[in-house]
DNA sequence: AGCCTCCCGAAACAAACGTTTGAAACGTAT
DNA sequence: ATACGTTTCAAACGTTTGTTTCGGGAGGCT
C-alpha cells in the first residue's frame, strides 16, 4: 500500500475515517489530507462525496458476495450437507474475504455496515437493494432448506434478527471487550466473541416457533 | 402539544427529525423552523447541539429507567418469581413508558438508540454510561439469577446480541414490514414482530454453552 | 513537432453550519 | 408606573463544508 494509486488511497483513507466517525462526521478535506492526494482528487475521481460512500462499501462487497456466491453454488450441488453451522461458517468465511491481508478490515467492514443502516433512509439502502438483494434472497433460501421446521417467513425475520446482533457487537467489538474487561477482569479475543456470538444466533434461529 | 412552551416545542420537533435523519444530517435550523420557535432558541435554552442531543435522549431515559427501576425493586422483593420471560417482558413494559401517549414514540426513541450506538465514539457513549450504567447492570444481575446455567459473562455478551437484534429490528421496522410485505405478500403488526423477536432472543439466550 | 487525453495541484466558490450578539418584547413584583 | 430578570427576535459572525475552476505537466499517438 505505499504507494498506491490515487484511487485505492483515497478509498484506503476513507474506510478507515468513515468506520471511525460516521460519514457525514469525516470531510473530504480529512480524507484527502491524510492520504496525501489533492482535496480535488475525490470529485475527479468519484464524481461526489456519495459516489465516494458507494465505492467504499463495493471495494468491500464485491469479494464478498463473490465467495458466498461460489460457496453457496458448492451446497446446492450437494444439498444433503446444508446445515445451519454450515451456512452460517459460510457467512463467516465469507466475511473473511474482505480483509486482503490486514485482518482490522474485518472489524472496519462491520464498523461500515453498522452506520449503513442506521442512516438508512439515505441513498444507501437503495444501493444495497439494488446491487445485492439477490445474494441475499438466495441465501435465505438456502437457510430456509437448513431450518425446515421453521417456517420462511420466520426465518426472514430471523435473519434480519440475527444480522442485528451481528453488525451490532461486531461492529462495536473493542468497545464492548473493554467494557468485558473492566466488568469481569476477563480478556476476550475477537475469535472467543465470535463463538459466542455463533452459539447464540444459532440458538435463537432454532428457537422454537411460538402459536400465533 | 398544540401551544407547548419552547423548550418543549424544540425538543417535540428533534426528536423527530434526528430519528428521520440522524444527528449530524439534522440542522438547528431544519428543527427551529419546523418547530416555529427562533434558531437562537436552542442555544439559550440547551446551551449546543451536543446537549439538546442529550436532552432528547433523558427525556427518554428518564421515564424508562424509573419504569424499570420499579419493576427490578418489586421482583428482587420476591427472588421465586425471577425467569428470563418475565424479565424480557419488564423490559418491554418499560419501553412502552416512553410513548407519553403517542405510540409512534416507542419506535422514535429505538431509531435514535440506534443512531446512538453508531456513534458511539463521541460524547454519547460518555453520557450512557455515566447517567445510566448502574441500571443496566442491575438488570445484568437479575438475568444471571435468571439463567443460572449459562455464566454471568457469557450472559453479559448475549445480553448484547440481544441488544442489537433489538435496536436493529425495532429502528428499522418500518423498512423491515415493508420488504416482508414485498418479499411474502404478508402484512405483519410490529406486535407480531415483537412476539417474533423476544422468541429469538429468549432462544439466543438460552442456548447451550459451548466448551470453550 | 504537434495534439490529445489523462491526472494533479492551488485556489476559489457558494452554501450551510453552529454560535453569538444586542436590542426589543414580555411578565411580574415592587 | 417603574424597574427587573427572562425570553424572543432578526441579523450577523467566523468556520467549515462539498464542489468547481483553470492552469499545467506527463505520456502516448499520428
Not at 73 to 87: D, G, K, M, Q, T
Amino acid at each position: 500500500m505505499a504507494q498506491a494509486g490515487t484511487v485505492d488511497r483515497i478509498l484506503d483513507t476513507a474506510e478507515v475515517l468513515f468506520a471511525q466517525k460516521g460519514f457525514a462526521e469525516t470531510s473530504l478535506r480529512a480524507i484527502t489530507s491524510k492520504a496525501g492526494v489533492n482535496l480535488a482528487a475525490v470529485n475527479y475521481h468519484f464524481g461526489s462525496k456519495e459516489s465516494l460512500i458507494q465505492a467504499v462499501f463495493e471495494r468491500f462487497l464485491k469479494p464478498f458476495c463473490a465467495h458466498l456466491d461460489n460457496m453457496m453454488s458448492e451446497l446446492e450441488a450437494h444439498p444433503a450437507e446444508i446445515s445451519l453451522e454450515r451456512l452460517l461458517a459460510t457467512l463467516s468465511k465469507s466475511a473473511l474475504a474482505v480483509q486482503r491481508g490486514e485482518p482490522q478490515r474485518v472489524a472496519i467492514f462491520f464498523r461500515l455496515s453498522g452506520l449503513a443502516y442506521s442512516q438508512a433512509q439515505g441513498h444507501l439502502r437503495r444501493f444495497f437493494r439494488e446491487h445485492y438483494g439477490d445474494v441475499f434472497r438466495r441465501f435465505l433460501r438456502l437457510l430456509a432448506v437448513a431450518v425446515p421446521d421453521v417456517p420462511p417467513m420466520e426465518v426472514f425475520w430471523r435473519v434480519h434478527f440475527a444480522l442485528g446482533a451481528t453488525i451490532f457487537t461486531l461492529s462495536g467489538m473493542d468497545p464492548l471487550r473493554a467494557i468485558c474487561r473492566s466488568d469481569f477482569g476477563v480478556e476476550v479475543s475477537p475469535q472467543q466473541v465470535d463463538e459466542r456470538l455463533l452459539a447464540f444466533v444459532a440458538g435463537g434461529i432454532r428457537a422454537t416457533v411460538s402459536a400465533s
